[in-house]
């Protein structure tokens, strides 16, 4: 089963006035483990960036200057997240925007057939509590100290691991276990056993006598009740 964790960065925060993706970043998931396979683009937004989006993720209008535009790098992303489903965080957001851009290149949209929302996740499990991606993280334990800007690519390495977290651990679906009892299996059948010719068990007399005599000592066993 393969899905792809998936974030995005913006120039804000509605595309219908005007707004644009300006990095996508994505990590590949094969059965719930990391195949090392990632995708990060950066793309030139053909508008300007709003400082207080570059305080959130630190991307400037200087840095995507030279960068391609969502027209150039579309099929790249769209082979990338081929015959998988979409891990997203707040996925109605990213949603929105993704649909957006593919729209203006005469893409279809993504149906949400193919998208977990890993917020509901969250929340469905912790309902009350915290259910951003900061508070998700220090609830598993997961290191994001390098996260002082929002990225895409760190933001969907993160979300990743807390994907896998709410799935119940990296251990999910008992995988690794079943695993390892095929392993014992196979050594056991491996195992090359000597052949040992049968040998007599029948007792001897002075076994016999032994045994009634314990069997004297005995009060009112059940036995001597049979019949």
Same mark, same amino acid.
């Given at each position: 089963m393969k899905e792809i964790v998936l974030d995005t960065e913006t120039t804000g925060m509605d595309p219908s006035t005007g707004d644009r993706i300006i990095e996508i970043g994505c990590v590949e998931l094969f059965n719930h483990?990391?195949?090392?396979?990632?995708?990060?683009?950066?793309? $030139?937004?053909? &508008?300007?960036?709003?400082? !207080?989006?570059?305080? #959130?993720?630190?991307?400037? $209008?200087?840095f995507v200057a030279d960068k391609p535009?969502?027209?150039? #790098?579309?099929?790249?992303?769209?082979?990338?997240?081929? $015959?998988?489903?979409?891990?997203?965080?707040?996925? @109605?957001?990213?949603?929105?925007?993704?649909?957006?851009?593919?729209?203006?290149?005469g893409h279809p949209a993504i149906g949400w057939a193919n998208v977990i929302d890993?917020?509901?996740?969250? &929340?469905?499990?912790?309902?009350?509590?915290?259910? $951003?991606? !900061?508070?998700?993280?220090?609830?598993f334990g997961i290191d994001n100290t390098?996260?002082?800007?929002?990225?895409?690519?760190?933001?969907?390495?993160?979300?990743? @691991?807390?994907?896998?977290?709410?799935?119940?651990?990296r251990q999910h679906g008992l995988?690794?276990?079943?695993?390892?009892?095929?392993?014992? !299996?196979?050594? &056991?059948?491996s195992v090359k056993r000597v052949y040992r010719e049968p040998r007599d068990h029948q007792p001897n007399d002075e076994e016999r006598a032994a045994h009634a005599e314990l069997l004297e000592q005995l009060d009112n066993p059940l036995w001597s009740k049979a019949g």
């Amino acid at each position: 089963m393969k899905e792809i964790v998936l974030d995005t960065e913006t120039t804000g925060m509605d595309p219908s006035t005007g707004d644009r993706i300006i990095e996508i970043g994505c990590v590949e998931l094969f059965n719930h483990i990391p195949t090392g396979n990632t995708l990060q683009l950066y793309i $030139n937004p053909e &508008r300007d960036i709003p400082a !207080d989006a570059t305080a #959130v993720h630190g991307i400037t $209008n200087e840095f995507v200057a030279d960068k391609p535009v969502f027209s150039q #790098v579309y099929t790249e992303f769209m082979d990338f997240i081929q $015959n998988g489903k979409l891990v997203i965080h707040n996925a @109605e957001f990213d949603m929105k925007f993704l649909n957006a851009e593919l729209s203006t290149v005469g893409h279809p949209a993504i149906g949400w057939a193919n998208v977990i929302d890993t917020l509901a996740m969250a &929340r469905k499990k912790f309902p009350g509590s915290p259910a $951003n991606l !900061d508070a998700l993280c220090r609830r598993f334990g997961i290191d994001n100290t390098e996260r002082t800007y929002h990225g895409a690519l760190l933001d969907s390495e993160l979300l990743a @691991e807390v994907y896998l977290e709410l799935l119940g651990g990296r251990q999910h679906g008992l995988g690794l276990a079943a695993n390892s009892k095929k392993a014992r !299996d196979e050594e &056991r059948a491996s195992v090359k056993r000597v052949y040992r010719e049968p040998r007599d068990h029948q007792p001897n007399d002075e076994e016999r006598a032994a045994h009634a005599e314990l069997l004297e000592q005995l009060d009112n066993p059940l036995w001597s009740k049979a019949g």
